[in-house]
């Protein structure tokens, strides 16, 4: 039954979450934070971590910083002013040129961020803890991910050139002797160090990751696979789902987020973004995945020649049809189970039409997607994803 298949390719929607993006609650320029006996702070869009002012009990003053804001302990992952906190009445500020700017209650500039470009939108306090100024979903001007202190994060990346650095001691933010680096050979290395001259004593610690004939190879990678598809999902003994073949994969830098490449992948899956010379990103992958979840719930291929109904050709866009005029029913041909629960129908075929926008910005990521499927998230009502096309 299309049911059953959809519940046991569920993991698969845990392997493509490395190619999600992230959700986000937008802070618009201008915005701002003070230190205060009870200061305020930007969450995540789950609450999940914070960002703001911490206050020093044994200082009797504040740290800008970022934290995990679900647990009692609230441990703090980064912070921007370790070795200078400042006093109550000071104040950080998303400027309306686009910067972070840290300052004490004379004005004075204590910390900012500096992103070398104009243009950032707003910033976010994102789900996995990095905190962004963005251009637009998927660009960034800066990011807390890019710019650590003591703390690494799942799916944070330590670069070239960047470096960990331990506390002196719990509870004081000022640089101790450890710091991991990244050296530009492609080396993870961990040492110990002068302090305050943060001269680099002979590493204890060395990944061995160098690859001295092609740097590209140093260090670690990302991917976009580019050919998701049925034949290329598998499943193991105890029906989990395997993502294989990824002799199409683009492999990205650690800071890129989109590529430009020729086009590649399956006839019938692949993304529309793909033939106008625009930038790829991790939403082609989405878009492959939108198509997937309408075969798996129409036990059908997406693209079908001979059939008697010239409209029923491509399930893409016969999908949206049957859902903007309420005939889901003609989608689920014979299969009595999901003839019965028109209202999970209804909702899958919802997500997928969201996966599957033209508009590779309109498509939520791969979190928001399980989000859905799971109800952690109301389904929203997609519009039209082909706006330019006689469907809509």
Not at 90 to 102: F, H, I, P
Not at 155 to 160: C, H
Not at 193 to 219: C, I, L, Q, R
Request: proline share 5%.
């Amino acid at each position: 039954m299309a049911f059953v298949m959809l519940y046991r390719l569920f993991f698969f929607l845990l392997l493509l979450k490395l190619v999600a993006g992230q959700d986000k609650e937008s802070i618009i320029l201008g915005s701002h934070l003070l230190a205060s006996d009870e200061p305020s702070s930007w969450k995540s869009s789950f609450g999940d971590f914070a960002f703001g002012f911490r206050y020093l009990e044994d200082q009797e003053l504040f740290l800008l910083a970022i934290w995990f804001n679900k647990i009692p302990d609230r441990t703090i992952v980064w912070y921007a002013n370790g070795d200078n906190p400042v006093p109550k009445g000071s104040k950080v500020e998303l400027t309306a040129d686009g910067q972070l700017s840290l300052t004490d209650p004379r004005q004075q500039v204590i910390w900012e961020t500096r992103p070398g470009s104009t243009g950032v939108a707003y910033a976010a306090m994102l789900d996995t803890g990095n905190f962004v100024l963005a251009f637009n979903e998927s660009d960034y001007a800066w990011e807390s991910f890019k710019n650590p202190t003591d703390t690494m994060l799942p799916t944070q990346a330590l670069d070239i050139g960047e470096k960990l650095s331990s506390g002196q001691m719990a509870g004081n933010f000022l640089k101790g002797r450890f710091q991991l680096r990244m050296l530009p050979e492609g080396n993870l290395v961990l040492n110990t160090m002068s302090v305050p001259s943060e001269y680099a004593y002979e590493p204890y610690y060395v990944s061995n990751t160098e690859d001295s004939g092609n740097s590209f190879n140093s260090g670690f990678r990302l991917i976009i696979h580019c050919d998701i598809k049925p034949q290329n999902i598998l499943l193991d003994d105890s029906l989990t789902a395997k993502i294989s073949d990824f002799g199409l994969a683009k492999l990205l830098l650690s800071d890129q987020t989109r590529t430009n490449t020729a086009i590649r992948g399956t006839r019938g899956y692949i993304a529309p973004e793909w033939f106008k010379n625009i930038p790829i990103t991790a939403k082609a992958d989405v878009y492959s995945y939108g198509v997937i979840l309408l075969e798996i719930i129409c036990c059908r291929k997406n693209v079908e020649q001979g059939m008697e109904d010239e409209d029923e050709f491509v399930l893409t866009d016969w999908a949206y049809d049957c859902y903007r005029h309420r005939e889901l029913h003609k989608l689920l041909k014979s299969d009595k189970e999901a003839r019965n629960d028109r209202k999970r129908v209804e909702k899958l075929v919802m997500v997928a039409i969201w996966c599957i926008q033209e508009d590779p910005c309109l498509r939520p990521t791969m979190k928001k997607v399980i989000q859905m499927l799971e109800g952690v998230i109301d389904v929203s009502v997609p519009p039209c994803p082909f706006p330019l096309s006689s469907v809509c």
